[in-house]
């Protein structure tokens, strides 16, 4: 299973991943997507539309149309946009506030990065305004809200609103055989379940660290088949990395459970 762009860790973005996004002729903007060449002011007023919406990804350093022969994705200077991008984010919003941004460096040796930008509206100060007024993200490009719309940002109750996007992991299954019985000893999760704080968010296993652990466990005392009998039905939860630093806004899972087989006592994704 591949993790979706906005929730994959920062092992998994990849510009090869950023270059399959954008060479999907399907591919176009919309509420939760926006490609920008470069850095310009409608790039702040996107960052607020869609912490004022539903969050999303800005990718910067890539074209929002193909071009006959072209490439898309061309890539930026990574630190001098970062810094006009911040600054903006401080000079203009208010309250003052940033994203996250995560530089993913081309691979034709030019130095050059695609920026992503992750806006996760649930670690919005909402509404966030910019010029006096609060933009909201529609489909494919920034409007202002309306009275209602921003009397009803700014009556969200913060404390009981749902916790970071991402968080929300179905409760895994132990695969079973055709009589019912259990076919794996142990699931380890790449999340959790629970509502927890902002401060406590958790961050999922990239795939690359996913198989490594994959291989750990083959490679240990744990491929034993005498832990079968006692633990058929034990599950675990792992986490990793930074607080705060993961989230999606559309289908899929943020994280890929390992599972280890019965019968020939190997791990494997599941």
């Known amino acids: 299973m591949v993790t979706p762009l ?4 920062m092992a998994d973005l990849t510009i090869e991943r950023i270059r399959a996004l ?6 176009v903007e919309s509420q939760t997507l926006e490609f920008k060449r470069e850095y310009s002011s409608s790039l702040l007023k ?6 004022n919406t539903y969050g999303g990804m ?6 929002d149309r193909a071009a006959d022969g072209e490439d898309r994705v061309v890539g930026v200077d990574a630190q001098s946009v970062l810094d006009q991008i911040v600054s903006g984010c401080y000079e203009k919003f208010d309250p003052p506030w940033e994203p996250k941004f995560i530089p993913v460096p081309l691979d034709d040796g030019s130095g050059r990065s695609v920026i992503v930008i992750k806006v996760d509206p649930n670690a919005a100060p909402r509404p966030l305004l910019m010029d006096m007024k609060a933009p909201i993200r529609l489909s494919g490009r920034n409007a202002s809200a309306d009275r209602d719309r921003l009397l009803a940002l700014a009556r969200e109750d913060r404390l009981a609103e749902a916790v970071p996007m991402g968080q929300h992991v179905m409760s895994p299954q132990i695969p079973q055989g055709k009589d019912g019985s259990p076919t794996a000893d142990f ?3 790449t999340g959790i379940n629970v509502p927890i704080g902002e401060a406590a968010a958790w961050r999922p296993l990239s795939e690359r660290t996913l ?3 994959t291989k750990a466990l083959n490679d240990s005392p744990f491929r034993a088949p005498c832990w079968a009998s006692a633990t058929a039905r034990s599950t675990a939860s792992i986490t990793s ?12 899972s943020p994280g890929t459970p390992v599972a280890r087989n019965r019968r020939d006592s190997r791990w494997r994704p599941w």
């Open 6 to 9: 906005f929730a994959a860790s």
């Open 22 to 27: 954008a060479a999907r002729p399907d591919q």
């Open 46 to 51: 996107s960052i607020a539309a869609m912490a």
């Open 58 to 63: 800005i990718l910067v350093g890539v074209n």
């Open 187 to 189: 699931i380890f999760r």
């Open 211 to 213: 198989a490594t652990l």
């Open 241 to 252: 990395g930074e607080p705060g630093s993961t989230g999606h806004t559309g289908p899929g």
